[in-house]
């Protein structure tokens, strides 16, 4: 170097040069930008490959000096007689650039805001850390922050600066967040993190945990999403959407696999985009009278196999289906049909690909370092550390960004069970015991009651789902009693013991009486959904229709009855898509549901039965206001196990709507079957599973009895009933 350049790198020392030049220097601000000297100022700025750099004033951009070369791999520095605000000219082989110098602003964070990150209660991190997209001192650009508390070095990196680590060094802020503001990018850039670990270990370049947008697989990295708010015009649905999400409001929900849902066959089996999926979806489902619609995880997720199971993009809808823009679209649209949609949100485990959450800074920063306590065996990913705040608050940030951002209606909570319990699925020496020596996640317990309180505090109407499936008491009991937190739970139990039963051929039936009975002995110990989901048709279990058993006339039968049954029992409903159908073959989540079914009288007349289902249900006060009330429900028959018929009474508060609901779950007709009712007078058959539309026998009790002063059941007036075969019948008192 000459002496005139040592006079331009002032005080620096040649080491922290070399450290600069090398990618290796983790404070990059002492060294670039303008910084005062001999009564005027220094302006140094690193540019690899530049030919030439020349600084200009910003506001007329006219010339102030050229800067020289003072270190060969591109380090230039130039002496102003006093400080000004400048832009630089920036000569490359095959262009010239005129931008603002990202060295040359001030710090970009609050102090608050770095505060609360390190609390863990910043809840609305994706508007401090990731990608911004804002205007600093009149210079628009984007504002990048992340959070390494362990790294020696972090850089932003994308098509912008050659994917070049030692271009675009950040500045490291209080409790380990890195910020760097880059003038002249905006929404629609690539870019990643590329960080140096603690033991100066340069990691892959790592994907933005808290990106709001990602590119479509098989791509990885971040995507800057645009920051103006999206035109929202549900005012009405938001207004209204507490009083239909409560306790004993009809629920009703359709789960999707939005990549599955509707393939584009003569497309090369193309996926369908949101917004194909608001022009089909949406009328389909509300025309069959679901109140709601499940999306199976959309968060973004490197490998479609895992069904969005093993998300990595928390904040981010994946790219596979359409921008950030085209998902609030695809809700918005939901809304003004009527519909809520849930979002399976999974904040258990996450998968360990290089370029993602594991070993983010070189160490286990949202993860457990044991992997007795961090890693699935089932699954194999990664578990994360609710023991430490700034983990615990990303997550709790995460749910409120889908539900304030995406005006999400509610969201459904995979694998609690999986984090309620530090020995779920290990065995002796596997796992490691609480502070208290017992089995249970204390860290996850309180993160659940956290996450519940925040979400009711700040999200009115909005419902949080567990997919728990043990016996832990009170997920759905208020925090402040002792329980979780939850609006509702998944009923596993439900689906399991009445999925037993089912399949089986029913000359056995009887002696599994009681798997169709037992919910109702814990059916009021919790607020629940029945769910039949997307886990009981995959994996070679086959589709709902293959589980029942004998002829094809009897396994649609079956399945008619067993919809029946469930609409008329307890509990909210969740019906996996394709089951609507009867869908013939278990799901694959590369090919569509077989539409081409409809074309059969059958399969259309289970899809007919779901929308009657549906409308009786909303219809009826006796079918969903009491589901959480014990006064509600009355079996009529529970014990008839030689004949296999189960009759429910479901009453309303008022007193005034009363259902009788009767299976027979046999391929034998009951003629002249009595039943005790609680009140005199017409009863009319509103539904009956075997009816011709349905594509069942049409048998049935010609729309309407009257009650005869038969003593049965211990009632005074009774029902002599014709129970069709293998069939699920409705009875309205008026």
Not at 462 to 472: F, G, L, Q, Y
């Amino acid at each position: 170097m000459t002496p005139g350049h040592d006079v331009l790198l002032g005080a620096v020392d040649r080491t922290s040069i070399e450290a600069l030049v090398e990618g290796r220097h983790g404070d990059p601000f002492s060294i670039l930008g303008q910084h005062p000297a001999n009564r005027g100022s220094i302006t140094r700025v690193f540019m690899p490959g530049a030919i030439s750099v020349e600084l200009l004033t910003r506001e007329t951009g006219s010339h102030l000096t050229r800067l020289e070369r003072v270190h060969a791999d591109g380090l230039f520095a130039g002496y102003l007689d006093h400080p000004v605000p400048y832009k630089l000219r920036v000569c490359w082989s095959d262009a010239v650039q005129e931008t603002e110098d990202p060295y040359s602003f001030g710090l970009l964070l609050g102090d608050l805001d770095l505060h609360l990150i390190g609390q863990g209660t910043h809840y609305e991190l994706s508007h401090v850390l990731g990608a911004q997209p804002m205007t600093i001192d009149g210079v628009p650009g984007v504002r990048f922050a992340v959070w390494a508390p362990n790294a020696r070095r972090v850089s932003v990196v994308g098509d912008f600066n050659g994917w070049d680590g030692r271009r675009n060094p950040m500045r490291l802020r209080q409790g380990g967040v890195w910020e760097l503001f880059i003038p002249r990018l905006g929404p629609g850039e690539r870019y990643k993190y590329e960080l140096i670990g603690p033991y100066g270990q340069l990691l892959p370049q790592k994907a933005d945990p808290v990106a709001r947008a990602g590119e479509a697989a098989p791509g990885t990295a971040s995507v800057v999403a645009r920051s103006e708010p999206f035109p929202w015009t549900d005012a009405e649905w938001m207004n209204s959407r507490a009083a239909r999400q409560t306790e004993s409001a009809p629920i009703s929900i359709y789960e999707i696999h939005a990549g599955s849902w509707l393939r584009m066959a003569n497309e090369g089996n193309r996926m369908p985009d949101w917004t194909e999926l608001a022009d089909r979806l949406i009328p389909y489902v509300a025309g069959l009278g679901f109140t709601h619609i499940e999306l199976m995880p959309i968060m973004e997720h490197p490998f479609g196999g895992s069904w969005g199971y093993q998300p990595l993009g928390l904040f981010a809808p994946t790219g596979r289906y359409g921008t950030p823009e085209d998902f609030a679209a695809f809700v918005n649209r939901c809304h003004e049909a009527g519909l809520g949609v849930i979002l399976d949100w999974v904040p258990a485990h996450f998968p360990s690909d290089i370029w993602g959450l594991a070993q983010f800074d070189g160490t286990a920063l949202y993860e457990h370092q044991d992997p007795r306590e961090g890693f699935h065996q089932d699954w194999n990913t990664l578990i994360y550390n609710l023991g430490r705040n700034e983990v615990k608050g990303f997550l709790i940030a995460s749910a409120l960004d889908w539900i304030e951002r995406y005006h999400i209606d509610g969201l459904r909570v995979d694998a609690v069970a999986s984090m309620l319990y530090r020995d779920y699925s290990r065995q002796e020496g596997e796992w490691v015991p609480n502070r208290l020596g017992g089995r249970e996640n204390l860290e996850a317990i309180e993160f659940f009651k956290h996450l519940n309180s925040i979400i009711t505090h700040r999200c009115h109407g909005v419902i949080t789902i567990a997919e728990e499936s043990t016996a832990w008491p009170g997920v759905t009991k208020p925090p402040e009693q002792g329980g979780l937190g939850f609006t509702f739970k998944w009923n596993m139990g439900w689906m399991h013991d009445t999925l037993h039963y089912l399949e089986q051929d029913p000359i056995y039936r009887s002696y599994n009486h009681g798997a169709l009975t037992f919910a109702m002995v814990y059916a009021f110990s919790e607020r629940f959904i029945l769910p039949l989901s997307h886990d009981e048709v995959v994996h070679g279990k086959g589709s709902l229709i293959r589980k029942m058993p004998g002829d094809e006339w009897q396994r649609f039968a079956n399945l008619r009855a067993y919809f029946g049954y469930m609409w008329a029992h307890p509990g909210k409903k969740l019906l996996f898509m394709g089951g609507e159908i009867a869908q013939d073959q278990e799901w694959n989540h590369d090919s569509s549901i077989s539409w081409e079914l409809l074309d059969d009288a059958r399969h259309a007349g289970i899809q007919r039965l779901m929308r009657d289902l549906n409308r009786i249900y909303a219809a009826e006060p006796a079918l969903h206001a009491t589901d959480n009330d014990p006064d509600g429900f009355e079996w009529a028959v529970v014990d008839d196990q030689e004949n296999s018929v189960f009759a429910m009474l479901r009453a309303a508060q008022d007193g005034r709507s009363t259902i009788l609901a009767v299976s027979n779950m046999t391929p034998v007709p009951r003629m002249n079957y009595r039943i005790g009712v609680p009140r005199a007078g017409l009863w009319h058959e509103i539904l009956n599973t075997d009816a011709a539309m349905y594509g069942g026998g049409n048998m049935g009790n010609g729309g309407a009895l009257h009650t005869e002063n038969v003593s049965s059941h211990g009632r005074s007036a009774s029902l002599a009933l014709v129970l069709p075969p293998l069939s699920t019948l409705f009875f309205r008192w008026t």
